[in-house]
């Protein structure tokens, strides 16, 4: 059946974390099942549940006639892409060329030093998750669920994540 | 809103929209782009507009979120027309006072206005701030004057007078020819001719073709592309349109980044309102013209912007490139026919179309015609948005517009093209903006972002810094870029560590020839180039650091 093997003897209704069947239906459903829209689709179901389950992907899988290696393929490529769990908070670190001569390193060591993670890994509460990367003009700038939070000293860290619960 | 039918319709739409307008009732705009977002634009927009209910003064000031002004610098930025007095660093404690003083009041806030830190200078309006005063705002300028989110407001500036243009009064052949003459080069790196690419896909055979926005933008230290993007999408969308006419296309591609909701709100809303009026989708503006878009998201990776990588994915595969021995404009999407240009090299053709090639290729230099988007950040006074024409000396963009290096300091290098590109020194500061000259010198202007470097800078940790970006963005296909760059870097940083060696400079230059001349595709080709450069002028430093054992401070 175009290389989708079964996974864990999982059938049927399966076991997605906090996402059900139905709201993967309905992701897959708006892309009318096209094998072309796969990444679009693995990043909309990304996206509302910050992780791909293993259960999630083989379903993918079988819906668009996808063999799961590429499935698979794709997910460990992009760097959006979560294999395991992800906190509820996702915080990015602007680590750049720009934030880079602006002491963004600091800022990031800051942040490790108080949710004691490093970039790419979640607090074990999965209150937080942590990212170091590219992402803005105006530097050093931390951005937490989407909210930019510019010009930011180290030790203004402190009081902008005590907002988030 | 009815569909618009023919060139008249469009026109008397026009008319009336300007009609309505009065040029005299105070508009409040403030910046909504990235730069503005992080020290709170979105709380000074809510503040004026609970300001504005406040003072009963709804229906009598109009009220805009707008896309990037350019000074990232001076966010949150705000402009008060009609007189566009100009205020900067704005806090929502202003917000009050600016409404009663300045909307009402007509006065100016003396505070909020820019001051020169050099000159002690103060600025009102914007075309006065010495940032504004040398550029040559003709893509970016307008996003200021327009909600993004309206595609009224872009018709009201004469938005899609050049669609018409091109559909009703030019041939494809003539829209082609036009693009060719201006010698319109591609922006988005490589800065090969838009128009000679077109040509190639519209004399490819095949039905089916099809054109593309490539507004990946995945450099660090680059952010002029979703500037324009987000900030005034209809611009790229009637270029993309109007090459789609050129070329023969019928469906369109717009490949972004899936990580601004802005940016992808923007270009969602510009898709449907375009559709609704009859600009796009089936028998545009009545001539029998038909284009689709779809809208595509790169999700997190640097390679995915290399064009036969981008077009992989679009195929929903992993955006691995393949050798180019054929060109994706002759067999791109599934194998058909596809021209990919840039955000910028798209925004740049109805201006062309609408004023003539004669008309551009008075701006620029020699080889290199327009103006071009600089995304200026680094060790410089001004962070931000820049556009100038061609040819302007890097010591202007750097002096002038960026207002020199902070904290006394003095200038070092300055580095072009990103990851790939190359940094050149201080003393080479007179050399004009230019496609060819900065090639020549190993720093390719690459999709324009330019990084300042004080005096402090290390120029061997430079090097390993975009190099430690490249490993961790190479896609693995290909040995030469997946272990030269590793191995290039694992070298760096040991010479960066102070535990460099006798003979680690020549195995440097041998690995960096051969990715470069082994690697499938530019990501390896290229990345030597912050190494190469580095070492050819900056040599010294590295032999300085594995002779005495430097260690970083």
């Known amino acids: 059946m175009n290389g989708v093997n079964e996974v864990n003897g999982v059938k049927g209704k399966v076991r997605t974390g906090a996402m059900d069947n139905d709201r993967i239906d309905r ?71 720009s934030c880079h001569a602006r002491g963004g390193q600091r800022v990031l060591d800051r942040v490790q030093d108080l949710i004691g993670i490093k970039p790419g890994e979640t607090s074990s509460d999965l209150k937080f998750s942590l990212e170091a990367g590219n992402c803005c003009s105006l530097g050093p700038e931390i951005v937490i669920d989407g909210k930019h939070h510019g010009r930011i000293e180290p030790d203004k860290v402190e009081d902008v994540l005590k907002d988030y619960h | 809103m009815p569909r618009i039918n023919s060139a008249t319709e469009l026109q008397a739409l026009r008319k009336g929209l300007l009609s309505k307008r009065d040029p005299n009732k105070p508009c409040v705009a ?128 004469g938005g899609y007078s050049a669609l018409s243009r091109a559909l009703f009064e030019m041939s494809p052949e003539q829209v082609l020819e036009e693009i060719k003459k201006a010698n319109l080069r591609g922006r988005g790196g490589g800065g090969f001719p838009a128009g000679l690419k077109w040509e190639t896909a519209r004399n490819a055979p095949g039905e089916k073709k099809y054109v593309i926005v490539n507004g990946h933008e995945g450099e660090p230290g680059a952010f002029m592309d979703r500037a324009l993007f987000t900030g005034n999408p209809h611009s790229v969308l009637e270029g993309l349109i109007i090459g789609a006419y050129a070329i023969g296309a019928h469906e369109g591609f717009i490949y972004t980044r899936h990580d601004s909701a802005q940016l992808r709100n923007n270009i969602a809303i ?21 284009f689709n878009v779809e809208v595509h998201l790169d999700v997190g990776i640097f390679v995915s912007g290399e064009s036969s990588a981008l077009m ?14 054929i060109r994706t404009s002759v067999s791109g999407i599934w194998e058909r026919p596809s021209n990919l240009n840039n955000v910028e090299t798209w925004a740049n053709v109805p201006q062309i179309i609408s004023k003539g090639y004669a ?59 990103g990851p790939m590109g190359g940094s050149i020194p201080a003393s080479l500061l007179d050399t004009p903006l230019d496609f060819d ?19 402090d800078t290390n120029m061997v940790e430079v090097a390993r810094f975009f190099l430690n970006f490249l490993t961790n963005e190479s896609c693995g296909k290909c040995v030469p870029c997946r272990e030269g760059i590793r191995q290039m870097l694992k070298i760096l940083t040991q010479i960066s560590e102070g535990k460099g060696r006798e003979g680690d400079i020549e195995l440097l230059e041998e690995l960096c020839e051969v990715a470069g001349a082994a690697s499938l595709c530019a990501l390896g080709k290229t990345a030597s180039g912050p190494v190469l450069s580095t070492l050819g002028y900056f040599r010294e430093e590295y032999e300085a650091n594995i002779r005495e054992k430097k260690r970083p401070a």
């Open chain 2, 437 to 455: 000259a900065l090639a020549k010198l190993g720093a390719p202007i690459g999709a324009g972002g330019m990084f300042v470097m004080d005096e």
């Open chain 2, 312 to 325: 992989r994915s679009i195929e929903g595969k992993a955006p691995e490139p393949r050798p180019k021995y």
């Open chain 2, 30 to 157: 403030v910046c909504a782009g990235t730069g503005c977002l992080g020290p709170g634009s979105d709380n000074v927009i809510s503040a004026f507009e609970r300001e504005v209910e406040k003072h009963a003064l709804k229906g009598k000031v109009d009220m805009r979120a707008t896309g990037c002004h350019g000074f990232c610098e001076t966010g949150p930025n705000v402009v008060i027309y009609p007189e566009e007095i100009c205020y900067t660093r704005v806090r929502v404690e202003d917000v009050p006072e600016i409404v009663s003083q300045t909307v009402i009041g007509k006065k100016v806030i003396d505070r909020l206005v820019y001051t020169d830190p050099h000159t002690g200078e103060k600025s009102v309006h914007q075309s006065e701030i010495p940032f504004y005063k040398k550029q040559m705002r003709h893509l970016i300028g307008n996003n200021s004057k327009i909600d993004p989110k309206s595609l009224d407001d872009y018709l009201a500036l």
């Open chain 2, 270 to 290: 510009a898709l449907a309102q375009a559709e609704q009026y009859g600009l796009l989708g089936e028998n545009i503006l009545g001539s029998g013209f038909n």
């Open chain 2, 359 to 417: 008309w551009y290729t008075r701006i620029g230099t020699e080889g290199s015609k327009g103006t071009k988007l600089i995304s200026l950040s680094g060790n410089i006074v001004n962070t931000g948005v820049v556009e100038v024409p061609m040819g302007t000396t890097l010591r202007e963009i750097v002096y002038d517009i960026g207002g020199g290096i902070p904290n006394g300091k003095k200038l070092k290098a300055v580095h072009f093209g």
């Open chain 1, 27 to 97: 992701i897959i459903d708006k892309y009318q099942g096209k094998p072309s829209s796969v990444i679009q689709l693995l990043m909309e179901i990304q996206h509302e549940n910050h992780w791909l389950a293993r259960e999630v992907l083989v379903k993918v899988s079988k819906r668009l006639e996808v063999p799961l290696s590429e499935v698979l393929h794709i997910v460990t490529f992009y760097k959006t892409f979560s294999l395991i769990p992800k906190g509820r908070h996702e915080i990015h670190v602007c680590t750049g060329t």
